[in-house]
Every structure is written in C-alpha cells, then in structure tokens.
C-alpha cells in the first residue's frame, strides 16, 4: 500500500503549510486537511523576496501569472549595495536568469499560495496543542486549543519558529538571539522625492557600521501593490526587549536613533515611515538563529504513520539570503511530491528520503546565511571596509543558492530509488511530469 491515501492534518498555514498543499493537489492527493491558528489569514506585513529557486517551483505548479500580478516584475538586479553616509554606489549583484527575484507583501504570497486550495480543506482558528500517538490505531490524534480533536496518519509540522510539532518530537532547544533587531515596514513612492523613489525601485542594501537598511521594491503599479518594504537589520542588545512576544511594535524613533546621521535617501525612508504608520510605529522583531536540527520526523519502520517538519519549524535561518520561505516553499512542494510518489506504505523510508533530499541545503544555507549577515552589516572597523567587501564574492555566495533546480534533483532521485527498488516509488508519477512543465 502506498502513502497516498493517508489522512494528512498540515499544521499551520503559513507559506510552508500552502507550498505543500498547492503540490498535494496538484498530485492528486485527496485526504489531507490544513490546521491554522488564526481566525483569519491577515498576514502581518512585511516584504519578503523570492528569489529564483522557488519561483521556478512556484511557476511549475502554476502559480506564475498569480505571482506576477501582486509582486514586482523584472527588477533590474538581485541587490545594490550603497554606502551608509555617503550613498556611494558600491556595487551590485546581477540577477541569475530566470525566473527573476520577485518582492512581494506576505500577505500577498499567502494569497497567492491559497488561492487554489478548497476551503472545504482549511480550517481557521484552529490552534494545535498536542499530538498524541495512538499504537492501535497505528495514527495520531491531533487536539486543538477550542477542545476538538481529529484524527491522522501523517501530521505535517509548519508552524513556524515557535513550533508546537517540533516540540512533540521532543526537542527542547530554543532559538538564540542572533544580537540584531529587525524594524519592517512600509514607504509609499509618493512620499519619496523623484530621485529616491527612482533608487529605490531597485533592492538597495544601505551599508552600515554592524546595521543595514535594506529597501525591497514590493509589487508593482498595475495591480496597485507597489511601495517601498523597509526592513532595517539593528545591533541592539536583547535586554532593552520588553515586550513578551518576539513581534511587537516600536516608535519610528527608534529606528531613526540608530540612523540619525545616515545618508539623505534613509532620511526620506525615516520620513516615509512616519508619515505611513498612523500611531508612529512599525514592527519590531527579534531575530533569532538556531543550529541546524539532526532529524527531521518520528515514524517507526514499515509504518504508515508518522510526523516530520518543514519551514520555519525545522531550518529556519536568518534572513541574509533572503531563503526562509524560499525553502519553506521547496520544502512544501517537495514533501507532497515525495509522499504522493512513495509506492510502499513506509514513512520512515519516505521521510527518510526527504530529510537526505532537503537537509544538505536547508543546513548550508542556514550556515551562508549567518555568514552573508556579518558582510551586510560591516562588522569590521570602517577604514578596512573597501578592502573586505565585495558584491562579486557575495554573488558568488549567491550562485549555489539561486542556480538549484529543486524539481530535477527531486526526479533524478525518484528514479534512483526506483532502479534499486520498484516497491518503493513509481517513474509514472507527478514528478517527471512537474520536471518536463519546467
Ligand atoms: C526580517 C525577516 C526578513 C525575511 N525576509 C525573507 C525574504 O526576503 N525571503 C525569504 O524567502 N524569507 C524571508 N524571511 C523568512 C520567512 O519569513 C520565513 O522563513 C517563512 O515565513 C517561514 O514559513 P513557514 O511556513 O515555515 O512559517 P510561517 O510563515 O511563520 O507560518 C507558520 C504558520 O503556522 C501557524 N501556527 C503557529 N503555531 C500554530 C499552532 N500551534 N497550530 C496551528 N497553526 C499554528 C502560524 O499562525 C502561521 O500561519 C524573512 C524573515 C525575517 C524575520
């Protein structure tokens, strides 16, 4: 018996928990069912950057046109990088081909990624509290805050950094603070004098002393999605954090304190900000890391049940390569992919298979993306700067990450598994199909 016609409960409906059931439909996949703890998908907003991995993923699957109408189309490069004070051009990185980078508003990709799937499969408002195990039954039985419960045979952890399913699979370790606070928010191009505005229709990194400003061009003018996201990457210390949440608001003010003497262009930026938030404030968050985790899943040989977790939940990194959701979605489209191609009615070996599929990649991007932060921030005294930093050897930390083909490696493994062992996955799957759409 194969996986295909397990009960599959997705908790959370993030980009990690839509990515997958976008390629659960389209293999076929019937008997799954989405669990999100909010009562609605309001997104709280920032901007985020697709880059080309996922976006050749995205647009195997169909979501290209979706895609395009709310996020940018065709920026003219993947990033340039500006002094801090004095606004000198210090170089860029060129996109990689295509499909291009794409910026786009969360809330945008979430609806996006929820587009197509039935609201006969989510359920909102639903906030999971425990996953109990039950050995008769070979499944699980899965029990949210509101006092229901549901039962399943595979349970799919995407609920975010502060995931409940990764605690259920016993791990215990909590993210660390990375020493950076992020400030994200929004500028509309009208409130940009002409040449800024003109600037900062490109993603443009403001390098600065252990801080950057970085500006995404969200969306564009046709669908009326286009404005400045502002994410702005601070060194402050942990204690100064009051609020209990890692997600909280904070004065305008206390960004401009830490850019007070930046070049002109960030003056507007700061000036945009105020005038764009109604009580003065923007999100603040702290940002954390955590170490790369050692397995992925609990399932038990030659059983049809089991957990294992995706995005967020289990390779979360820092933000400096701009690859958390990007890997969240390969990660998503890939899971279903594998489960509706798994011919034998083995989780551990197709959970197995995922984990040595996803966890090379997600563990040396979590590794980069560490790295590419102390380089976007200067973290070395400013005299040495010119002589450290170079957008080339960055674009080329970039290559690996940008030029991956998720689909291809995917199939080229299917058949692998399918040449040592017929039992175990079928050619006559989705995957070659997905591969030749590509
Ligand atoms: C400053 C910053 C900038 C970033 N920029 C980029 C970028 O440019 N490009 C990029 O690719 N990535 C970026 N990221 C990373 C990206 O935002 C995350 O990696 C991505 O959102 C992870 O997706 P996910 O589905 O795993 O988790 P999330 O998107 O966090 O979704 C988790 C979902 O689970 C739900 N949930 C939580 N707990 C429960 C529960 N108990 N029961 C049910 N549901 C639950 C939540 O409500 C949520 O909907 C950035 C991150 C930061 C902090």
Redesign the pocket.
């Known amino acids: 018996m194969a996986l295909r016609g397990q009960r599959i409960a997705v908790?959370?409906?993030?980009?990690?928990?839509m990515a997958f059931m976008n390629s659960a439909l389209y293999a076929g996949l019937e008997n799954m069912h989405l669990?999100?703890?909010?009562p609605e998908f309001t997104e709280v907003g920032?901007?985020?950057?697709?880059?080309r991995n996922?976006n050749r993923v995205l647009d195997a699957f169909g979501l290209k046109d979706d895609m395009l109408w709310s996020s940018s189309r065709n920026p003219p490069s993947y990033m340039e990088y500006r002094h801090y004070r004095t606004e000198e051009y210090l170089g860029q990185i060129e996109e990689f081909g295509e499909p291009r980078s794409r910026q786009i508003h969360?809330a945008h990709l979430v609806e996006v990624l929820k587009k197509k799937v039935p609201d006969s499969k989510i359920s909102k408002g639903?906030?999971?509290?425990a996953v109990e195990r039950d050995e008769t039954d070979d499944c699980y039985t899965i029990k949210f805050q509101d006092g229901t419960e549901s039962k399943a045979d595979i349970v799919v952890g995407?609920?975010?950094?502060?995931?409940?399913v990764r605690q259920h699979l016993g791990f215990t370790d909590e993210p660390i603070y990375s020493g950076q606070m992020?400030y994200?928010g929004y500028v509309a191009y009208d409130d940009l004098t002409q040449e800024t505005a003109e600037l900062l229709r490109k993603t443009v990194n403001f390098r600065g002393p252990q801080r950057h400003v970085l500006t995404?061009p969200i969306g564009n003018e046709e669908s009326k999605t286009d404005r400045v996201g502002i994410?702005g990457f601070m060194t402050e210390p942990l204690e100064g954090w009051t609020s209990e949440s890692w997600l909280a608001k904070a004065p305008v003010d206390d960004l401009y304190e830490h850019v007070k003497d930046w070049s002109p262009a960030v003056q507007e930026i700061i000036h945009g900000l105020r005038k764009g938030a109604e009580d003065g404030k923007i999100l603040k968050?702290t940002?954390y890391v955590r170490d790369p985790t050692p397995k992925w899943y609990s399932a038990q040989s030659w059983q049809k049940s089991g957990i294992i977790l995706?995005?967020?939940?289990v390779h979360?990194?820092l933000?400096h390569q701009?690859?958390?959701?990007?890997?969240?979605i390969e990660s998503g489209f890939a899971l279903a992919q594998v489960l509706s191609n798994w011919q034998s009615a083995d989780t551990e070996g197709a959970f197995q298979f995922f984990q040595d599929l996803r966890k090379p990649r997600t563990d040396k991007i979590t590794k980069t993306s560490y790295e590419t932060g102390k380089l976007a921030s200067a973290d070395i005294p400013e005299e040495l700067w010119s002589q450290t930093f170079s957008p080339g050897a960055v674009a080329e930390r970039m290559r690996w990450v940008m030029e991956y083909d998720l689909l291809a490696e995917l199939s080229n493994r299917l058949s692998a598994v399918d040449a040592s062992d017929e039992s175990k996955t079928s050619t006559a799957s989705s995957i070659p199909q997905v591969a030749r759409v590509v």
């Open positions: 908790i959370g409906g993030g980009i990690g928990g669990y999100e703890a909010a920032a901007g985020v950057n697709i880059t996922a969360r639903k906030r999971l509290v995407c609920d975010g950094i502060k995931s409940r992020v994200r995404l994410i968050q940002l995706i995005g967020d939940s979360s990194t933000p701009g690859q958390g959701a990007c890997m969240a």
